[in-house]
Structure formats: structure tokens, C-alpha cells
């Protein structure tokens, strides 16, 4: 079993769908990642988040942290929104002074024209 | 400008060959990172690394050292290749190390044969 725990593992969607990208994990966190990795290859930092909500255009991420769950949302999307959706929580349980980053092994979304 | 930047962008090598793959920031980051991400696109933290302190995966093998010249650039240095080597490295930076937001390079496509 993964530490960290992504569902759905791919998703296909029309073009203007509500998405929503699921991570859940299992121990005590300080903060929680949402990367998107492009289908070229690049990885781009979407969130970064301990608590509540956070929204930057159509995305919004939400945490609960006593639930140990976060849900990554995108509204009206659209093909471009294409890529990897990647979980990713920072943890004491992994080592180092501040915790290391544990990764899910994310979300490979589609949209349809 | 590239806020992150590796070189090689594709490496290809012999087994048990010594190689290198370089990583630049120009963003005055104080904290650098490395992840190994395999064939089934699962991101792996190697290091963290800022000026006060080196953070080793455990399950990297020590045939994978670190190396910072300066706070600028940490350069990834692998001994004795495997074939498991195999794998895009990518490098990241964050402000502050633990607590910030990422900024990844494009990563460095190794393959050995």
C-alpha cells in the first residue's frame, strides 16, 4: 500500500466537466503538494497547502487534515488542462530536520474536445 | 531565463560508467533537491539539500553523491552505473527548505545500456 493514495489513477473527461482528483494519506503531514507533470515531461508546482482551501484560476484544492484526505478541483476544463496530477505530502515520518516529500503515483487526466 | 536548468537534457551511457548531471538555479533559492522518477512515473525524493544540511534518502544507494559548489547549483554525481539507474532526474529548488513551494527543472533523461 502506497503512503500516499491518489484516485483516480486516470480520468477522461469532456471539455467543461468538473474534475476532481482525490489524495488521501496516512500519517501526520506539515503540508501537502499538488504538481502537475505535462505530457512533455515538465512539472510544474500547482499548491502548496497545511490547511482549508486555496484557488488560482479554474483549480482549487482543499485539505482536511484530520481526515487526512485532499481533493484537487478544476472547473471548466478544457483540453490543455491535460497531464499527471501529482499528490504529494511532506513528512517527519520521512525523514530530515523539516520532513521529506512522499509522492502518490498521481492522476493521468484527459480532456475531450 | 530558466529558473532552474539541468544538462544534460538526455544522457546515454554503459553500464558501470561515472556520469553527472548538472543543476542551476538562478532563483536565490537557499534550498536544492533531487528526485529520481522511474518507468511507471513514480517520483522519488534522493536529497535535500540547503548550506546547513544534506538529507539522503536512505534507500539511495551511496553510488549517488551530491554536489554543491555553490548555493546555486547541486550536481548529482553516480558512480558504477546500473541498469536500474535508468530514469528521468529531475532537480528543484524551494526558498526555504521544508516549507515552500518547488520549482523543478525539466528534468535529465538517463538511460543505461
Redesign the interface.
Known sequence: KNEVEQSPQNLTAQEGEFITINCSYSVGI??L?W?Q?HPG?????LF?LSSGKKKHGRLIATINIQEKHSSLHITASHPRDSA?Y?C?V?SRA??????????G??TKLSVKP | DTAVSQTPKYLVTQMGNDKSIKCEQNLGHDTMYWYKQDSKKFLKIMFSYNNKELIINETVPNRFSPKSPDKAHLNLHINSLELGDSAVYFCASSPLYGADTQYFGPGTRLTVL
Do not use: D, E, P, T
Open positions: 506539515s503540508a503538494h504538481l507533470q515531461g515538465g512539472i510544474v508546482s502548496m499527471v501529482i504529494a511532506r520521512y525523514g530530515g530536520s523539516q520532513g521529506n516529500l512522499i509522492f503515483k498521481g
